[in-house]
């Protein structure tokens, strides 16, 4: 089973733009449907965004559907999550994670997660 690692993370002023990146070590990504989600400080833990195994197909959560975008690179065997214009409320440690069959946004479904990388917004 894959070890996920984020990659990405920072401080960065709102307005601005972070792209994370996920791999594996000791693993493959290409054959798992693959997800982000964020926690931050004393809040549940919510969804961000989810491809699909051939990556034809994603879904975003509606708090960042007009501002990130998900994709992989199979050649890169990498998942990555665009963030463009972040807000404050986009300050959280943000995970990746992994299941074998179709993505969803339930983070219960998911076999595998990474360590996380750290997401501040502020000026």
């Known amino acids: 089973q894959a070890q996920l690692v984020e990659s990405g993370g920072g401080q960065v002023q709102p307005g601005g733009s972070l792209r994370l990146t996920c791999t594996a070590s000791?693993?493959?990504?290409?054959?798992?449907?693959m997800a982000w989600f964020r926690q931050a400080p004393e809040k549940e833990r919510e969804f961000v965004a989810a491809i699909g195994i051939n990556g034809r197909s994603s879904y975003i959560g509606e708090p960042v559907r007009d501002r990130f975008t998900i994709s992989r690179d199979k050649t890169k065997d990498a998942v990555y999550l665009q963030m463009n214009l972040l807000k404050p409320e986009d300050t959280a440690m943000y995970y990746c994670?992994?299941?074998?069959?179709?993505?969803?946004?339930?983070?219960?479904?998911?076999?595998?997660w990474g360590q996380g990388t750290q997401v501040t917004v502020s000026s």
């Open positions: 000791g693993g493959s990504l290409n054959y798992y449907a």
């Open positions: 994670a992994g299941r074998e069959t179709y993505y969803s946004p339930n983070a219960d479904l998911y076999n595998f």
